[in-house]
């Protein structure tokens, strides 16, 4: 069976770890932030020491979907979402990439090619910006309890984190991503930067253009 694996952020990028040290929040400086953004962050993180977290879906999400992606070469980006991201981690939010890689568990790329991938998708988002990164490899058929639209890589994320659901959201360009986020128990926003889905109610709280209206929203929603 593929195995489904975590990898956490740290300050240089070793993939030989499954565990990765993740970058405290507290190595930001607030004085940096707008105003209106500082006062969101400090209110973000309660007495019981659980912050609140974005998850996003990778493909279609925060990188053109190019169908099983084991090539770094093929990671592009879309335009202004790490300056979407970095807007979230000045408001106090936690960020982790869930995402499906059955591309492994179907033999088109290794995890090694995989990890080659993620480490490009850092490198061109920029340092500090993801604290995590969830994958699954397993098939759709296989039943698991991790691939989406089941929630078993947010709840790794909660228990391995501390993180607050209730404060939190999903945001994907996939039904399966609103399923996943719903399952959890987060809010959840489906963006349209992926590949065309059917109009209709998706179940999703809000729909979004791309990431950084996605962000709007979760900004004005913050609680």
């Known amino acids: 069976m593929p195995r489904c694996g975590v990898r956490c952020a740290s300050s240089a990028l070793d993939r030989s770890d499954v565990h990765r040290q993740a970058i405290p929040l507290g190595q930001r400086s607030a004085l940096s932030l707008p105003r209106v953004l500082r006062e969101i962050a400090q209110c973000m993180t309660r007495s019981n020491g659980q912050s609140p977290a974005v998850f996003l879906d990778r493909d279609g999400t925060i990188m053109r ?5 084991g090539d770094p070469a093929q990671v592009e980006i879309f335009p202004g979402t790490s300056e979407a991201l970095q807007r979230l981690r000045d408001a106090g939010f936690r960020i982790f990439i869930i995402t499906n890689q059955s591309g492994i568990g179907r033999g088109y790329f290794s995890e090694a090619d995989y990890l080659a991938v993620e480490a490009e998708v850092d490198r061109k988002l920029g340092a500090g910006l993801i604290d995590g990164t969830f994958f699954c490899a397993d098939l759709p058929d296989a039943g698991s309890t991790r691939r989406k639209p089941a929630p078993g890589m947010i709840l790794e994320a909660q228990r391995d984190h501390a993180l607050d659901l209730e404060r939190s959201f999903m ?53």
Do not use: F, M, N, Q
């Open 65 to 69: 979907d190019v169908d099983y992606c």
């Open 171 to 223: 945001v994907g360009d996939k039904p399966i991503d609103v399923e996943c986020g719903r399952s959890a128990g987060v809010r959840t926003v489906l963006v349209r930067t992926g590949k065309p889905i059917p109009a209709g109610d998706h179940g999703a709280d809000w729909e979004a253009e791309d990431l950084t209206e996605a962000v709007e929203i979760i900004l004005r929603h913050a609680r």
